[in-house]
């Protein structure tokens, strides 16, 4: 059975990815903190597997850069402080 979740604290009100608290949008689809249809949700734990692989994000507007750690590379595709777009350079630590 599936449970949907309406929880958003934290979250983007468009994907419901998580969003740092300094954040100001959502790093995954670009949406402003706050914004969104805040649908409820399906809350599953998404499982990726693969080589622990770097991600570095440097942003074409502001500059903001900052690094990821995990399985794959970060998904993200926008800053989170002004919304630009990103530059991304994933390095497998195999
Ligand atoms: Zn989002
Ligand atoms: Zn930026």
Do not use: Q
Not at 58 to 71: M, N, Y
Request: aromatic share 8%; charged share 25%.
């Amino acid at each position: 059975m599936k449970k949907l979740s309406t929880d958003y604290k934290g979250r983007c009100g468009k994907c419901h990815a998580m969003i740092g608290e300094n954040d100001m949008f959502c790093r995954y689809c670009g949406t402003p903190k706050g914004k969104g249809l805040f649908l409820p949700y399906e809350n599953v734990m998404e499982c990726v597997y693969g080589p622990p692989t770097t991600t570095t994000h440097t942003c074409r507007e502001c500059g903001h850069s900052w690094k990821v750690h995990g399985l794959c590379e970060d998904r993200a595709r926008f800053c989170p402080k002004c919304g630009g777009g990103l530059d991304t350079e994933s390095v497998c630590e195999l």
